[in-house]
Each structure stands twice: as structure tokens, then as C-alpha cells.
């Protein structure tokens, strides 16, 4: 992947690696929130993207946008996640390898819309054929049903996905998608049974009450009114304003039959859906242990009877009822994703949760820094650059803490978990402080000292995360580690006549006398696989931001985000990426851009980009610590000199859209080297005002000097004053535009019969306004239409192409040419017949005669009187010969043609547009 990108936005930089104050989390931040309120919601790290949720529709997803970004280098636009989607397919194309793109950040912080939005950009901008698109439409409709399924409303979050999502697409070597698959992890199974305070059950419970017509829910013994059912009044949030379950009720339904889900198991799928509803309905007695309503569970869930008579006291048989509609949930969840590709399910607790939740995180944050600091050494080695070693804190130890086989807290949990005699939360912290007690990233109350003691309960344990501390209260925690489901349940769940619940609970787990996993194991071991799968392919990254607790649009809450910035470990990983060099980029594209500040390299450099660039950074005085010369890349240590370099482009790319090009390169190289002097110099001291007042003497010693000019402030002059004529020209004063001004000249009606750019309803005044300008190249166009029509590739006819603008200038070449009637000046490159060097040179046309001309060198001087013939070839190039008679050898300062009779240009533009600028 191609490293940082370039430019500055307007609003502070769009790569962290740039920025001046090094590394420090005040910078960070103050970067970050500059460009949060300018809508500017995502930001590099390198070839990582942060972003920060809006929580406002943007303009930037638009099908235009999607298009922008495609095949586009990744420096070359802001930020975007179409970028880094780009990117990963583009090197995926290239490359034949594999590729993720992995979204992280907290609840709510903009990780699924993320992953949406990349799925849509792949939808639109990769190749695809009608069969294609039903791949495609199944890849996209698949999320609002597995989003109906698992995700719910949070305090955090309205749509909360409660479950961990990897999908995979797959590509033929085309670089269409032919297939994908979904990946699920740890549903939150506990939400089926409870939820806190102003949290909702799984959507699709709402949906169906809401959106189910009335025979649906009459056949599955269900009332629309969701305050009848225990499971979903828990969290008492009754209405949710920016969710409508009836129109989701229709999307999902809607999605179902794309997806390829039969009637029959959509009518399975609701009636589990009912019968969990159902289910938490049931009451128990002490000594009757009976179903309250055992007739609609029955129904639903294809005749099964709850009317089992158990020695369960009533508690525990609230407990098994509960774990039922959890595991029917559950299993539920895992075959919907089953059925729409692969599965994995698991399930989690409340603190239990959190554990797995950064144990996950510790995870993923080892992989990015081994990756990171992997892809860093590779490419130094690469590029024959020696590799400075960088410290930085490898969290590898925390996860040894946590994973490591017998010794970790997941092994010596399970082991609680498993062993027989009495265990419990407590018995599990004191094996904890056992075992791992002398841990350095471990503390319990008992372990603490004095000081921090008092922060840490006697049921807690603390560990010390790389993100920062967090205290885990251990009660539940064995609990929630067994997934007990009790054997003679499973049975009956077995024997369902619901052949999804029947596939949900093979009848081989009853054979299979062999204890289940514990969850932490399962988690510990579907994490292990998932990073199987990631190490195998490349990274690219997006961090999510949740900018504030209210939802709120334009609202930059620095605590939060401080803390999400940390969480998130972005810091650590600036650091390894700034560690050595700020900015690399290969030679080529190096040039390209900056060629134009150079002599040697503008317009057209043409041996080695490596040796270019060489030329390029010595004309423009790089110092030999701020830049390393790679194999394939330059390496440039500090972003101020990058952003010198920048600044120097900038303001040469705005004088060559002012004034014409050779007056450009001639003038301004020595203004163009103070600026970028300047710009250094100004970034270093930060004194921003110290130019302008240098600017400002610079004028007023120049206005006050009484003697004659030399030929360098003349030129200053000229060039104010073209300034000042080209801002009239194009801002003229209204008065000028009124109505009454100017009856259309005869040229216009011309135009206009034949079509021309007076086409349209635009009024007299303007359309004339314009067309002024073009008479002249009007009246040459058709000249050089009977030369060039049909027989010069690329040439068009039409009248309203734009015309090059000529580049009638005086500037350079008065001092030389003493006719001083120019008629265009253009670069060429000249080709010598010794050998066919190309030699960069000025072609000024007068009314008389052509010269080619060396900076401020006449070199050669052919009159029109004696020129034999001109020749173009009939191609698109800007090749052109001029057939000089072998005796004029009128030498002017050094001929350094020989004595051949043909002289050979290279115009930057194609011939043709030279002769309808000049043609006279
Ligand atoms: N790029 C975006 N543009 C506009 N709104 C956004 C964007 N990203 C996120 N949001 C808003 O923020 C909400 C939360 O985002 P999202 O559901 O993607 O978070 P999440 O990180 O996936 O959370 P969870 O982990 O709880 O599933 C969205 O419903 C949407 O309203």
C-alpha cells in the first residue's frame, strides 16, 4: 500500500504523520476536533483512517463521490473509506492477495454504517454481470436481516449490533463479487431474557408485533401490543423515536425472499420468534412446576411441551425457562447466519462481557502493532533503508495474562468452572490472586497497596490494559462461563417439530457425553481462528470515534474522545509510524507532482524518476537529514519540509493558472525559492507575519528606489500588472454587462448559424462578452481546419472546443528579440540530429521569423521568408518539423543544431493547436 498521502486539507492536516508538534495527544486531539467541525469526519494515520461519526447525513456517499475515488490514488483526495476500500481492492487486483479492512470503536462510534457504506462502494464501482448482481443483492440485503436479528437499542446506540460481525467477499480474478460470507461471534444471548434500564430486545420482536398483519399474528397467538410480553418490558423503553418497526418489518420481509429463504422456514423463523415471547411468559408455582399457557408453545414451536414436571425449585426453574429461550435465540441466530453463509455463536454476561470484550481488543491492538511495525521493517528493507529499532509497548504480555494455557485467567476460570466440589466467584478470585497475583498488569483489593486499595472491592480484580485500567467485578463470572442447558430441555428441543429448532439441536450433542466448552473457551478459541484469518491477509484499517453520549451532530466531547483515542491505541500507533520518516512516496509520483520546480524536471523529465527527483530535491535545497533515497521510494523524515514543498507547488501551480507558462518558469524561480525558503523558515520560527512584513519592505524599497529598474524588478512590474489586467478581464464591473451594452458583433450570428458556443438561451450580452474574446481564434480555427481536418488524428472540428489560449507574452524574450511583435511563445523539447538529445528550449513566433531560444539565450533564428516546408505527423502528438534551408546558418549566440536541414520540436500541445494560436 502506498504510504501517507500528501496535502493539507484547508483544515488542518489529513494525516496525523504530519503533523508539526510530534506526537503529543494535544495536537492530536486539536487536529482532530479542527476538522470535526468543519464536517471533515475522517483523518489518516498513515494508510489507517479515524473517523469520527457525524451523526448527521453528509454529502460525501453519493454515487459521484463512489466514482471520485475509484482507481484514484490514495493521497490524491481527502480522506474517505471509499479510499481505503479502494485501495485494499485495487492491491487486492494487482496483487492477487488477500485483504480486510477491519472497523473498530466503541458502541455507536460509526463501525456499521462504515461497513455498509464500503459494501455499497463495492457494489457500484466493481465490475458485475446480471448474475453478479444477485450475489451482490444478497451480500447487501443480508444486513437488515441479520441487523433485525441482532441488533437492538442500547442506551448507546439505537441500533446496536449485538453481536461481532466478520464478512468475507470473495472476487473472481476479474475483480467481481462472486460470493461472500458472514462470520458471526458472540450474540448477546442474555438480552433474549433481560435488558437494562431503557434498552429493547432484538428489533425483530418489535417488528413482527408491529408490522405482522393481523392473520400472522393470529396464527402465532401473539398480540400487537409488545407491554403483554415480560421479555420485551425489562428495559421499559417504549417508544424509540428514530426506529419505525413497521417500515423495518417490511425491509426485512422484503429482504427474506431475495435472500432465498423459503415460506416455510420464514414461518418456522417467526413462530420461534413467538414462542421466545411466549416462552418468558410462563410462570411457575412451588409444587406445580407447571406451564401457564403450555398450548401456544406447543403450537409454535411444533408441539413441544413445557409441561415437564421437574425437581427445580421455582428460581431454578425461572433459570432453565430463561436459558431455553436463550439458547432457542441463540441457535436461532446462528443457523439465520448459517443459512446465509457460515456460523460461530457464543454468548456473554454483563462484566463477563466486558472481559471478553477487550481481551478481543488486546487482540486485535497486538495484530495491528505487529502489522504495522512488520509492514514498517519490510518496506525499510525494501527500500535498502537501514532500520532504526522503536520502542514502543507490546501488549503481548497482557494477552499471555489472559490466554495463556493453565496459567492465563481464561484456563484458571474454566478450571473453577469445571472442577467438582463447591466453586465460586470468590473461590475463582482467590486462584486468581494464586496464580497470577505477581503479574505486573494484575491487582486484586488483597494485592493493592494502600493507596489504590480503596478503589478496588473485595469481588473485583483489576487489570491494567494497554488502553489503561479496568476493574472487573468477578460475581457471575462462573456462571456465565457455563453454557448449561439442561440434558432432558435438550431433548425435547430435539424431538421439535420445527426442523429448525430440530437442526439447532442435533440429536448427536445428546451422545456426546464429553462436557461443552466453557464460553470463554469457545470465545478464546473463535478469537484465535479470526486472527488466523487476518494474519493470512493484508490490513487496512478504520478506527470509529463516537464524538459525544448524545447522539449529537457537530458536538467534539474531549474527555470521551480522549479516552477513545487511547482505547483505540492511535497514539502508539503515530508513534511507530512516525518513528522514522513522516512521509514516503514513490519516485515517480513524487515527480509528478512536484516537477514543476524544478528547470531540469518541468516540464518533462526524462531519464530515471529516481535521478529526477535526486535533481528535483537538490535544486529545492533539501538538507541530507530531512530526506533518504530508497530503492523505489523517497523517505522524507519531517512533515515541514514535505508541507515546504507543498507550499512552493502550490503557489507555482497558482501562478500557472494566472500567467503564461513560460513567463512562469522564467520569473518566478527565484520568487519560487524564497517561498519555499520562506516557508521553512516561517514553520520553524512560526512567525507568519515575518513574511509579510519582508513582503511588504521588499514593495515599499522597490517603490521608493529612484534608479532605473533592472530588468528583474521590470519584470515584477509587468507582472502586477498582468495580474491586474487578467482579475479585470475576469471580473468586469456590471455596468459593463448591462443590457444596452454592445450589439452582438457579426462573428457571433456566424457562431451562432453554425452552431458554435452561441448555442442556448443565454442573453445577448453574455453570450458576446465571451464570444469577443474568441474572435481571433475563431477566424484561425478555420484556418487551421483546411489543414488539419481528417488527417491529423485527435483533431477536432468543433467550434465550440475551447482554444488554447496563446501565450502571447513579452516578458522573457523582449530583452532578446528586439521586434518584440510576438506572436506565441511556447517550451518545446528540441531534438539535436547528433545523437537525438532532447533539449528543453522556448519557441517564440513573431511576425517574421522563429527562435528558438535558450532561457536567455537566443539559439536559433529562422525567418518565414526562408523556411523550405513544416511538416506534423498525421498522430495525436505534438511532433513537428521545420525544414531550414542548409545555408541559413544565421548563427545567433550558439547554433546548436549542426548544420542540419531539419529541425525537430516536440510541442507540449498537439501541432495543430500551436498553428490555430499563431496563424496569421
Ligand atoms: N458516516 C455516518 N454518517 C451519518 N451517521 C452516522 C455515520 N456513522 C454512524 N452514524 C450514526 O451513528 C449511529 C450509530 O452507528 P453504528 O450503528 O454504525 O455504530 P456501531 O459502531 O456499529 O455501534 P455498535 O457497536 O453498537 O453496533 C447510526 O445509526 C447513525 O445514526
Given at each position: 500500500m502506498e504510504g501517507a498521502l500528501i496535502?493539507?486539507?484547508?483544515?488542518?492536516?489529513?494525516d496525523?504523520v504530519l503533523?508539526?508538534?510530534?506526537?503529543?495527544?494535544?495536537?492530536?486531539?486539536?487536529?482532530?476536533?479542527?476538522?470535526?467541525?468543519?464536517?471533515?469526519?475522517?483523518?489518516y494515520i498513515g494508510s489507517l483512517?479515524?473517523?469520527?461519526?457525524?451523526?448527521?447525513?453528509?454529502?460525501?456517499?453519493?454515487?459521484?463521490?463512489?466514482?471520485?475515488?475509484?482507481?484514484?490514488n490514495f493521497f490524491?483526495?481527502?480522506?474517505?473509506?471509499?479510499?481505503?476500500?479502494?485501495n485494499a481492492?485495487?492491491v487486492?487486483?494487482n496483487e492477487?492477495n488477500?485483504h480486510?479492512?477491519?472497523?473498530?470503536?466503541?458502541?455507536?462510534?460509526?463501525?456499521?454504517?462504515?461497513?455498509?457504506?464500503?459494501?455499497?462502494?463495492?457494489?457500484?464501482?466493481?465490475?458485475?454481470?446480471?448474475?453478479?448482481?444477485?450475489?451482490?443483492?444478497?451480500?447487501?440485503?443480508?444486513?437488515?436481516?441479520?441487523?433485525?436479528?441482532?441488533?437492538?437499542?442500547?442506551?448507546?446506540?439505537?441500533?446496536?449490533?449485538?453481536?461481532?460481525?466478520?464478512?468475507?467477499?470473495?472476487?473472481?480474478?476479474?475483480?467481481?463479487?462472486?460470493?461472500?460470507?458472514?462470520?458471526?461471534?458472540?450474540?448477546?444471548?442474555?438480552?433474549?431474557?433481560?435488558?437494562?434500564?431503557?434498552?429493547?430486545?432484538?428489533?425483530?420482536?418489535?417488528?413482527?408485533?408491529?408490522?405482522?398483519?393481523?392473520?400472522?399474528?393470529?396464527?402465532?397467538?401473539?398480540?400487537?401490543?409488545?407491554?403483554?410480553?415480560?421479555?420485551?418490558?425489562?428495559?421499559?423503553?417504549?417508544?424509540?423515536?428514530?426506529?419505525?418497526?413497521?417500515?423495518?418489518?417490511?425491509?426485512?420481509?422484503?429482504?427474506?425472499?431475495?435472500?432465498?429463504?423459503?415460506?416455510?422456514?420464514?414461518?418456522?423463523?417467526?413462530?420461534?420468534?413467538?414462542?421466545?415471547?411466549?416462552?418468558?411468559?410462563?410462570?411457575?408455582?412451588?409444587?406445580?412446576?407447571?406451564?401457564?399457557?403450555?398450548?401456544?408453545?406447543?403450537?409454535?414451536?411444533?408441539?413441544?411441551?413445557?409441561?415437564?414436571?421437574?425437581?427445580?425449585?421455582?428460581?431454578?426453574?425461572?433459570?432453565?425457562?430463561?436459558?431455553?429461550?436463550?439458547?432457542?435465540?441463540?441457535?436461532?441466530?446462528?443457523?439465520?447466519?448459517?443459512?446465509?453463509?457460515?456460523?460461530?455463536?457464543?454468548?456473554?454476561?454483563?462484566?463477563?462481557?466486558?472481559?471478553?470484550?477487550?481481551?478481543?481488543?488486546?487482540?486485535?491492538?497486538?495484530?495491528l502493532i505487529e502489522m504495522t511495525l512488520k509492514a514498517e521493517q519490510e518496506e525499510y528493507e525494501l527500500e535498502g533503508i537501514e532500520w532504526e529499532p522503536i520502542?514502543y509497548?507490546?501488549?503481548?504480555?497482557?494477552?499471555?495474562?489472559?490466554?495463556?494455557?493453565?496459567?492465563?485467567?481464561?484456563?484458571?476460570?474454566?478450571?473453577?468452572?469445571?472442577?467438582?466440589?463447591?466453586?465460586?466467584?470468590?473461590?475463582?478470585?482467590?486462584?486468581?490472586?494464586?496464580?497470577?497475583?505477581?503479574?505486573?498488569?494484575?491487582?486484586?483489593?488483597?494485592?493493592?497497596?494502600?493507596?489504590?486499595?480503596?478503589?478496588?472491592?473485595?469481588?473485583?480484580?483489576?487489570?491494567?490494559?494497554?488502553?489503561?485500567?479496568?476493574?472487573?467485578?468477578?460475581?457471575?463470572?462462573?456462571?456465565?462461563?457455563?453454557?448449561?442447558?439442561?440434558?432432558?430441555?435438550?431433548?425435547?428441543?430435539?424431538?421439535?417439530?420445527?426442523?429448525?429448532?430440530?437442526?439447532?439441536?442435533?440429536?448427536?450433542?445428546?451422545?456426546?457425553?464429553?462436557?461443552?466448552?466453557?464460553?470463554?473457551?469457545?470465545?478464546?478459541?473463535?478469537?484465535?481462528?479470526?486472527?488466523?484469518?487476518?494474519?493470512?491477509k493484508e490490513p487496512s484499517y478504520?478506527?470509529?470515534?463516537?464524538?459525544?453520549?448524545?447522539?449529537?451532530?457537530?458536538?467534539?466531547?474531549?474527555?470521551?474522545?480522549?479516552?477513545?483515542?487511547?482505547?483505540?491505541?492511535?497514539?502508539?500507533h503515530l508513534r511507530v509510524r512516525r518513528a522514522g520518516f513522516a512521509y514516503r512516496r514513490k519516485y515517480e509520483l513524487f515527480?509528478?507532482?512536484?516537477?514543476?520546480?524544478?528547470?531540469?524536471?518541468?516540464?518533462?523529465?526524462?531519464?530515471?524518476?529516481a535521478?529526477?527527483v535526486?535533481?528535483?530535491?537538490?535544486?529545492?535545497?533539501?538538507?541530507?537529514?530531512?530526506y533518504k533515497l530508497g530503492r523505489t521510494k523517497i523517505f522524507i523524515r519531517?512533515?515541514?519540509?514535505l508541507?515546504?514543498?507543498?507550499?512552493?507547488?502550490?503557489?507555482?501551480?497558482?501562478?500557472?493558472?494566472?500567467?503564461?507558462?513560460?513567463?512562469?518558469?522564467?520569473?518566478?524561480?527565484?520568487?519560487?525559492?524564497?517561498?519555499?525558503?520562506?516557508?521553512?523558515?516561517?514553520?520553524?520560527?512560526?512567525?507568519?507575519?515575518?513574511?509579510?512584513?519582508?513582503?511588504?519592505?521588499?514593495?515599499?524599497?522597490?517603490?521608493?528606489?529612484?534608479?532605473?529598474?533592472?530588468?528583474?524588478?521590470?519584470?515584477?512590474?509587468?507582472?502586477?500588472?498582468?495580474?491586474?489586467?487578467?482579475?479585470?478581464?475576469?471580473?468586469?464591473?456590471?455596468?459593463?454587462?448591462?443590457?444596452?451594452?454592445?450589439?452582438?458583433?457579426?462573428?457571433?450570428?456566424?457562431?451562432?448559424?453554425?452552431?458554435?458556443?452561441?448555442?442556448?438561451?443565454?442573453?445577448?450580452?453574455?453570450?458576446?462578452?465571451?464570444?469577443?474574446?474568441?474572435?481571433?481564434?475563431?477566424?484561425?480555427?478555420?484556418?487551421?481546419?483546411?489543414?488539419?481536418?481528417?488527417?491529423?488524428?485527435?483533431?477536432?472540428?468543433?467550434?465550440?472546443?475551447?482554444?488554447?489560449?496563446?501565450?502571447?507574452?513579452?516578458?522573457?524574450?523582449?530583452?532578446?528579440?528586439?521586434?518584440?511583435?510576438?506572436?506565441?511563445?511556447?517550451?518545446?523539447?528540441?531534438?539535436?540530429?547528433?545523437?537525438?538529445?532532447?533539449?528543453?528550449?522556448?519557441?517564440?513566433?513573431?511576425?517574421?521569423?522563429?527562435?528558438?531560444?535558450?532561457?536567455?539565450?537566443?539559439?536559433?533564428?529562422?525567418?518565414?521568408?526562408?523556411?523550405?516546408?513544416?511538416?506534423?505527423?498525421?498522430?495525436?502528438?505534438?511532433?513537428?518539423?521545420?525544414?531550414?534551408?542548409?545555408?541559413?546558418?544565421?548563427?545567433?549566440?550558439?547554433?546548436?543544431?549542426?548544420?542540419?536541414?531539419?529541425?525537430?520540436?516536440?510541442?507540449?500541445?498537439?501541432?495543430?493547436?500551436?498553428?490555430?494560436?499563431?496563424?496569421?
Amino acid at each position: 500500500m502506498e504510504g501517507a498521502l500528501i496535502a493539507r486539507d484547508k483544515v488542518g492536516v489529513q494525516d496525523f504523520v504530519l503533523l508539526d508538534s510530534h506526537t503529543s495527544e494535544a495536537a492530536f486531539l486539536n487536529n482532530l476536533r479542527k476538522r470535526y467541525q468543519e464536517n471533515l469526519i475522517y483523518t489518516y494515520i498513515g494508510s489507517l483512517l479515524v473517523s469520527v461519526n457525524p451523526y448527521q447525513e453528509l454529502d460525501i456517499y453519493t454515487v459521484s463521490q463512489m466514482k471520485l475515488y475509484r482507481g484514484v490514488n490514495f493521497f490524491e483526495l481527502p480522506p474517505h473509506l471509499y479510499a481505503i476500500a479502494d485501495n485494499a481492492y485495487r492491491v487486492m487486483c494487482n496483487e492477487y492477495n488477500n485483504h480486510f479492512i477491519l472497523i473498530s470503536g466503541e458502541s455507536g462510534a460509526g463501525k456499521t454504517e462504515a461497513s455498509k457504506k464500503i459494501l455499497q462502494y463495492y457494489a457500484v464501482t466493481c465490475p458485475t454481470t446480471e448474475q453478479l448482481q444477485t450475489v451482490r443483492d444478497r451480500l447487501l440485503l443480508s444486513n437488515p436481516v441479520l441487523e433485525a436479528f441482532g441488533n437492538a437499542k442500547t442506551l448507546r446506540n439505537d441500533n446496536s449490533s449485538r453481536f461481532g460481525k466478520y464478512m468475507d467477499i470473495q472476487f473472481d480474478f476479474k475483480g467481481a463479487p462472486v460470493g461472500g460470507h458472514i462470520l458471526s461471534y458472540l450474540i448477546e444471548k442474555s438480552r433474549v431474557v433481560h435488558q437494562n434500564h431503557g434498552e429493547r430486545n432484538f428489533h425483530i420482536f418489535y417488528q413482527l408485533l408491529e408490522g405482522g398483519d393481523k392473520d400472522l399474528l393470529c396464527w402465532l397467538g401473539l398480540e400487537r401490543n409488545p407491554q403483554k410480553y415480560t421479555y420485551l418490558i425489562q428495559g421499559r423503553c417504549a417508544k424509540v423515536f428514530s426506529i419505525n418497526d413497521k417500515n423495518d418489518w417490511k425491509i426485512v420481509r422484503k429482504a427474506f425472499s431475495i435472500i432465498d429463504f423459503t415460506e416455510k422456514d420464514i414461518e418456522h423463523l417467526f413462530g420461534i420468534v413467538a414462542s421466545v415471547l411466549h416462552l418468558g411468559n410462563i410462570q411457575f408455582e412451588e409444587d406445580s412446576n407447571v406451564c401457564s399457557d403450555p398450548l401456544w408453545c406447543s403450537s409454535s414451536l411444533g408441539y413441544l411441551y413445557f409441561q415437564v414436571l421437574s425437581p427445580l425449585n421455582v428460581d431454578l426453574a425461572f433459570y432453565a425457562r430463561d436459558a431455553v429461550a436463550k439458547a432457542i435465540y441463540g441457535r436461532t441466530f446462528t443457523w439465520l447466519v448459517n443459512k446465509i453463509n457460515g456460523s460461530l455463536a457464543n454468548k456473554v454476561g454483563f462484566f463477563f462481557e466486558q472481559f471478553c470484550i477487550n481481551y478481543c481488543n488486546e487482540k486485535l491492538q497486538q495484530l495491528l502493532i505487529e502489522m504495522t511495525l512488520k509492514a514498517e521493517q519490510e518496506e525499510y528493507e525494501l527500500e535498502g533503508i537501514e532500520w532504526e529499532p522503536i520502542p514502543y509497548f507490546n501488549n503481548k504480555i497482557i494477552c499471555d495474562l489472559v490466554e495463556q494455557k493453565h496459567k492465563g485467567i481464561i484456563s484458571i476460570l474454566d478450571e473453577e468452572c469445571l472442577r467438582p466440589g463447591e466453586a465460586t466467584d470468590l473461590s475463582f478470585l482467590e486462584k486468581l490472586e494464586e496464580k497470577v497475583g505477581d503479574h505486573a498488569h494484575f491487582v486484586t483489593r488483597k494485592l493493592a497497596d494502600q493507596k489504590t486499595r480503596k478503589s478496588i472491592d473485595w469481588v473485583d480484580f483489576r487489570l491494567l490494559h494497554y488502553a489503561g485500567e479496568v476493574t472487573y467485578c468477578a460475581v457471575g463470572f462462573l456462571e456465565k462461563n457455563n453454557d448449561l442447558l439442561y440434558r432432558n430441555l435438550k431433548e425435547v428441543l430435539c424431538n421439535s417439530k420445527n426442523s429448525i429448532i430440530r437442526d439447532c439441536f442435533l440429536l448427536s450433542e445428546l451422545d456426546n457425553r464429553r462436557r461443552p466448552e466453557t464460553v470463554a473457551t469457545q470465545f478464546k478459541n473463535s478469537l484465535t481462528s479470526l486472527i488466523e484469518i487476518l494474519m493470512s491477509k493484508e490490513p487496512s484499517y478504520i478506527r470509529c470515534i463516537k464524538p459525544n453520549e448524545n447522539k449529537e451532530p457537530g458536538k467534539f466531547d474531549d474527555f470521551l474522545i480522549r479516552h477513545q483515542v487511547k482505547y483505540l491505541g492511535l497514539m502508539e500507533h503515530l508513534r511507530v509510524r512516525r518513528a522514522g520518516f513522516a512521509y514516503r512516496r514513490k519516485y515517480e509520483l513524487f515527480l509528478q507532482r512536484y516537477k514543476s520546480l524544478c528547470p531540469a524536471t518541468w516540464p518533462h523529465w526524462h531519464g530515471p524518476a529516481a535521478e529526477g527527483v535526486e535533481r528535483l530535491i537538490k535544486h529545492i535545497g533539501y538538507k541530507p537529514e530531512e530526506y533518504k533515497l530508497g530503492r523505489t521510494k523517497i523517505f522524507i523524515r519531517f512533515p515541514k519540509t514535505l508541507f515546504a514543498t507543498e507550499d512552493a507547488f502550490e503557489y507555482r501551480k497558482h501562478l500557472l493558472s494566472k500567467v503564461p507558462a513560460p513567463l512562469v518558469w522564467e520569473l518566478p524561480v527565484a520568487l519560487l525559492e524564497a517561498c519555499w525558503r520562506g516557508a521553512l523558515a516561517r514553520r520553524a520560527a512560526k512567525k507568519r507575519t515575518w513574511a509579510v512584513q519582508t513582503i511588504r519592505k521588499f514593495i515599499n524599497g522597490f517603490i521608493n528606489r529612484k534608479k532605473p529598474l533592472c530588468p528583474e524588478n521590470r519584470d515584477f512590474v509587468r507582472l502586477s500588472q498582468y495580474h491586474y489586467l487578467m482579475k479585470l478581464r475576469d471580473h468586469l464591473p456590471k455596468n459593463v454587462l448591462d443590457k444596452s451594452w454592445l450589439q452582438p458583433p457579426s462573428i457571433l450570428e456566424e457562431v451562432r448559424g453554425s452552431g458554435g458556443s452561441g448555442r442556448g438561451g443565454s442573453g445577448p450580452c453574455l453570450v458576446a462578452t465571451s464570444v469577443l474574446f474568441l474572435v481571433p481564434q475563431l477566424q484561425q480555427k478555420v484556418v487551421t481546419s483546411a489543414v488539419f481536418s481528417g488527417k491529423k488524428e485527435g483533431y477536432l472540428e468543433s467550434l465550440s472546443q475551447p482554444f488554447l489560449e496563446t501565450r502571447l507574452s513579452e516578458f522573457i524574450v523582449e530583452m532578446l528579440i528586439p521586434t518584440r511583435c510576438f506572436q506565441y511563445v511556447t517550451p518545446v523539447i528540441k531534438y539535436d540530429r547528433n545523437g537525438f538529445k532532447a533539449r528543453e528550449r522556448l519557441l517564440v513566433l513573431t511576425q517574421s521569423s522563429a527562435y528558438v531560444v535558450e532561457m536567455a539565450k537566443i539559439k536559433q533564428k529562422i525567418e518565414y521568408s526562408t523556411l523550405k516546408g513544416i511538416s506534423t505527423s498525421n498522430l495525436s502528438d505534438g511532433i513537428v518539423v521545420i525544414h531550414v534551408p542548409e545555408d541559413n546558418k544565421q548563427k545567433v549566440g550558439n547554433w546548436d543544431g549542426g548544420s542540419s536541414e531539419v529541425m525537430w520540436l516536440m510541442l507540449p500541445i498537439p501541432s495543430y493547436k500551436l498553428l490555430e494560436c499563431h496563424n496569421s
